[in-house]
């Protein structure tokens, strides 16, 4: 059976994972091609104007892969710890491609639903190996090999690797320049270089060391959520929140360029818990926050980066 993953949302947490389970089952995994202007275009297309940019772009790599693939791959992954969810949008996600008015091949959406405890989320793993066959031994294992998968990729984005390369095993040497920037947001936003403009390769080009989110050990930023005054309910906003106050204490990056999607819930209510420790510790990092649609243009990004960077060279010279 060809399975179809949208090179979207969380194919950027998840993809080590899926690809392995599903293949170690007999699947052919199909994977949608970079986001391009042609996928743009179709999720906008199809989309609702409300939602996010990366959910139009998820929609626009459905519909690149749909007449490519036997089925399609679109897990409801409500929450994947205790005491926290994901974001509403991917609770709903295969009920808004199944509204889209084309025909699509058949939808495989196990609930990922930690929430409901280990027991659940087991049945959960065994319906989807299901699909693919009854061996009950033959799932666990493929279980068991795609969580070693997931477990070296988010181990090389500790060592300081980004996600990319840690997902496509091409690493390359990090830039030796003295200036180091935290870039956060959503893995999708970050590492979607189209729907981004190319962020992290302009950064490198001009020799700075880029560090994210997934390079902080999760043992830190659970300790830094765990001490705010109110829980953060979001698993992935955690991260972001997280590594930006990790970053502020530690001034271990000299600014951070936190990017949002517009029409984000989650992201507009995050900034402002950002924005408010910043301006606690006296702004003592500079952070510039980049929103992101479909309608953000290149020149814009360029003449904002290229301010930002140069304004924190001079702050930088000047401290020495
Ligand atoms: S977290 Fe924000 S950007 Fe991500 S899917 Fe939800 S609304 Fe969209």
Not at 49 to 71: I, M, Q, R, T, W
Not at 75 to 92: D, I, M, N, W
Not at 187 to 207: A, Q, T, W
């Amino acid at each position: 059976m060809k399975v179809g993953v949208p090179r979207a949302l969380l194919y950027y947490k998840y993809f080590p994972l899926w690809d392995t389970f599903l293949s170690e089952l007999g699947a052919e995994v199909v994977l949608s091609p970079r986001t391009n202007k042609r996928i743009l275009n179709l999720g906008t297309g199809a989309a609702e104007n409300e939602v996010c940019l990366p959910v139009k772009v998820f929609y626009g790599h459905v519909l690149s892969l749909k007449d490519k693939v036997d089925a399609l791959f679109i897990p409801r992954v409500v929450s994947v710890e205790g005491g926290a969810y994901t974001c509403p949008k991917f609770l709903g996600l295969p009920d808004m491609i199944r509204a889209l008015d084309v025909d699509l091949p058949h939808i495989i959406s196990p609930t990922f639903n930690l929430k409901l405890g280990l027991r659940e989320f087991c049945c959960s793993i065994f319906e989807l190996g299901g699909y693919f066959t009854k061996n009950f031994y033959k799932i666990i294992s493929a279980f068991y090999k795609g969580l070693n998968k997931l477990r070296n990729f988010e181990g090389l984005m500790q060592d300081g690797y980004l996600l990319n390369e840690a997902l496509t095993g091409r690493l390359s040497p990090t830039p030796k320049g003295s200036l180091h920037i935290g870039v956060v947001g959503h893995p999708y936003n970050i590492f979607d270089s189209y729907v981004n403009m190319n962020l992290i390769e302009r950064l490198k080009r001009r020799d700075i060391k880029v560090l994210t989110a997934e390079m902080i050990a999760p043992e830190i930023i659970d300790e830094i959520v765990s001490n705010l005054q109110k829980k953060l309910f979001w698993t992935y906003e955690k991260d972001v929140v997280g590594a930006v106050f990790h970053w502020l204490d530690t001034k271990s990056v000299d600014g951070i360029i936190y990017v949002l999607s517009f029409a984000c819930g989650p992201d507009s209510l995050i900034q402002i818990l950002i924005e408010h420790e910043a301006r606690k510790q006296g702004f003592s990092v500079p952070i510039m926050p980049i929103v992101i649609d479909e309608h953000s243009g290149e020149a814009g990004l360029v003449t904002r980066l290229e301010a930002f960077t140069d304004m924190i060279t001079r702050n930088k010279v000047g401290r020495l």
